[in-house]
C-alpha cells in the first residue's frame, strides 16, 4: 500500500480477528521472515542492523514483536487467548451477524429492495431456467456485481427447493471445509440454517466441520448470496446451508487433484450422501468470483487452473470444483461475464453468472 508517498507492507491477522492491521515498511520483511520459533532476538538484531544499516538495539526488537503481539501476528500466549474469546463469543451468539451490510450491500431493507429490483428489471429469464439446478454467483459487492446476481438467478423457480447450500470462498483460515449451525442476519430478518441437514453431513464426514466456524464470522461470500436469497425467497421457507471452502493452493502447486486428497473426496461424498437423503430438493450455490465451467466436468476445470498454476488468481478454484463434483453431468449455461475494476492499480475481477441444469 502507498500512504503519503510511500510505500508500506499492510499485515493483517489471517482469522480477521481484529478489523485493523498493521503498516510496517518493506525494510521489515527479512525480520518478519525470521518469525517462525527457530531464531533468537540475537539473530533479529542482526537482520535489522542488516536491513537499516544501524546497529539494532534489544529494545527495539522487543518494541517490534510487541506491536505484532498487540496486532495478534504472533502464534503467543495473548493471541491464543483473544482467538478464544473471539470464537468462544461467536459460538455463543444466536445468529450471523450481518457484517458487511451498509458497506458491500445495503442495510435497510426498502433501500435493498428498490436498487436490486432495478437490476432485476432488466434482467430477461433464460430458457430452461426452471430447469436449474446450481447456481455460479459472484461473490463481490453489490456496487460492482448487483447486475451478475440478477443473472445468476433470473428465472429460477427458488420456491421448489427445501435448502440452498452456498459453496462460499474461504479467503481466510487453512480449514477446507468448514460449517456453522447459525441462521443469517439479512436485511430482511434471519434466513435460518438447514440444522438436520448439517447434522446429518456432520455424522457422515470425516472430521470436525465445525472447527473453523469462526471463518463465517468476518467471511463476505456466503453473507452476500445469503442476504440475495432472502431477498428473492422472502419468508418462503428455503433454509441455508452454508459451506466455506478453503484453499486448493498446495494441491495446484503439487500438481495433484482434490479428488486424490481424502479430505476432499471424504466430504464431497458425504455431501453426496446427504444430499440423497434429505428431503426436498436441494440448489447448489457457488459463490464464486470467476467460472470456466460450462462444461460441468469438474476434474478438466481443476486441471485446466492447476496447468497455469493459478497464475490467474482464480478465486473460486474449490467452490465450482465443489459445485461441479455435486452436480456430474450438469451443463452449465454463461449468463454474465465481465471484469470489475480493483482498488490496486492494473487489477481486476472478473466475475460471471452460470446455471447449471441437470445432473446426476
Excluded: W
Aim: proline share 6%; charged share 25%; aromatic share 6%.
Amino acid at each position: 500500500m502507498e500512504q503519503e508517498g510511500k510505500r508500506f507492507v499492510l499485515l493483517r491477522n489471517p482469522e480477521q480477528l481484529l478489523p485493523v492491521g498493521l503498516s510496517v515498511s518493506p525494510a521489515m520483511l527479512p525480520i518478519l521472515q525470521l518469525l517462525d520459533g527457530e531464531h533468537s532476538i540475537l539473530d533479529l538484531q542482526t537482520a535489522l542492523t542488516r536491513a537499516t544499516g544501524s546497529l539494532a538495539q534489544r529494545e527495539q526488537v522487543e518494541e517490534i514483536l510487541a506491536k505484532l503481539d498487540e496486532a495478534l501476528l504472533l502464534d503467543s500466549e495473548h493471541y491464543r487467548r483473544e482467538r478464544a474469546r473471539v470464537e468462544g463469543e461467536f459460538r455463543a451468539a444466536p445468529v450471523r451477524e450481518a457484517t458487511h451490510a451498509g458497506a458491500a450491500y445495503p442495510e435497510e431493507a426498502e433501500v435493498y429492495r428498490q436498487e436490486m429490483g432495478r437490476h432485476l428489471e432488466g434482467i430477461e429469464a433464460p430458457q430452461a431456467a426452471e430447469e436449474t439446478t446450481g447456481i455460479i454467483s459472484p461473490h463481490i459487492d453489490y456496487g460492482r456485481g448487483a447486475a451478475t446476481y440478477a443473472s445468476a438467478f433470473a428465472g429460477v423457480d427458488l420456491g421448489r427447493f427445501r435448502r440452498a447450500v452456498v459453496l462460499g470462498t474461504s479467503h481466510h483460515g487453512a480449514e477446507l471445509f468448514s460449517v456453522t449451525p447459525k441462521p443469517f442476519a439479512t436485511p430482511f430478518g434471519t434466513l435460518p440454517a438447514d440444522v438436520d441437514f448439517l447434522e446429518d453431513l456432520a455424522r457422515r464426514c470425516p472430521g470436525d466441520l465445525r472447527a473453523g466456524e469462526l471463518l463465517h464470522k468476518q467471511e463476505h461470500s456466503i453473507e452476500l448470496n445469503a442476504a440475495y436469497l432472502h431477498f428473492l425467497c422472502g419468508d418462503s421457507g428455503i433454509a441455508l446451508v452454508p459451506i466455506l471452502c478453503g484453499s486448493f493452493h498446495e494441491l495446484v502447486a503439487s500438481g495433484r487433484s482434490p479428488a486424490d486428497d481424502d479430505r476432499v473426496s471424504g466430504f464431497l461424498d458425504a455431501m453426496k450422501e446427504a444430499m440423497e437423503a434429505a428431503p426436498g430438493e436441494t440448489l447448489v450455490v457457488a459463490a464464486a468470483d470467476l467460472a470456466r465451467a460450462a462444461e460441468g466436468d469438474a476434474e478438466g476445470f481443476y486441471r485446466s487452473v492447476e496447468a497455469e498454476k493459478d497464475r490467474r488468481n482464480v478465486c473460486g478454484l474449490p467452490p465450482i470444483y465443489a459445485l461441479l463434483s455435486l452436480l456430474p453431468g450438469a451443463e452449465g449455461v454463461l449468463l454474465d461475464y465481465r471484469q470489475c475494476p480493483d482498488p490496486d492499480p492494473g487489477s481486476f475481477v472478473s466475475i460471471a453468472a452460470m446455471q447449471l441444469r441437470g445432473g446426476n
